[in-house]
């Protein structure tokens, strides 16, 4: 039989008494509102890019969360500036307090290339054909990959194009 842990369940930061939210991900309804039942989980819904989103009610005003942000908020604190809420796995699905992070969106998208969700980092060749080999390939300050075949015929284009002006405009560049 699957052995499963207790949730462990605090206040939503703001919603204190309304509503609280587990470190499993799960969103629950505090005091009784229309066609809801005080304790019971909340439907889960989602938002266009298919993530977790609950939508609470507090004083007549309606707003949508996204649940990975309330489980951060709940048991480790308000997002830093600067930051963004991560899922180790990148499973947005997964909103276990254990895959979530506070954490920069460059470190989020060196967790995409680590999980092999990004779909630049699987490319084996450049859009010319030459293969990215550790010879060939060089790697931008920013992390992003270039064919060094494509640049030294690019740069050689470019040269054959200075040439060509030169020798019609007599100028030299």
Not at 18 to 30: A, E, F, K, L, P
Not at 34 to 51: A, P
Request: with cysteine.
């Amino acid at each position: 039989m699957l052995q499963r842990s207790e949730e462990i369940w605090n206040p939503i930061p703001g919603y204190e008494g309304w509503y609280d939210v587990s470190d499993h991900g799960h969103v629950r309804r505090m005091k009784p509102g229309k066609g809801t039942h005080v304790g019971r989980l909340m439907k889960e819904g989602c938002d266009s890019f298919g993530r977790s989103a609950a939508r609470l009610t507090k004083d007549g005003k309606s707003r949508s969360f996204l649940v990975p942000r309330l489980v951060l908020m709940a048991f480790v604190g308000p997002c830093p500036d600067g930051m963004e809420c991560c899922h180790a796995d990148d499973d947005n699905k997964n909103n276990h307090l254990s895959n979530l992070r506070w954490d920069t969106r460059s470190a989020n998208q060196y967790d995409r290339v680590r999980n092999g969700r990004n779909p630049q980092a699987t490319w084996t060749h450049c859009i010319h054909g030459h293969e990215f080999t550790e010879k060939n390939t060089y790697i931008k300050p920013n992390g992003t990959r270039s064919c060094k075949t494509c640049k030294r015929a690019t740069k050689k284009r470019l040269e054959w194009k200075k040439q060509q002006l030169q020798n019609q405009t007599g100028a030299d560049f």
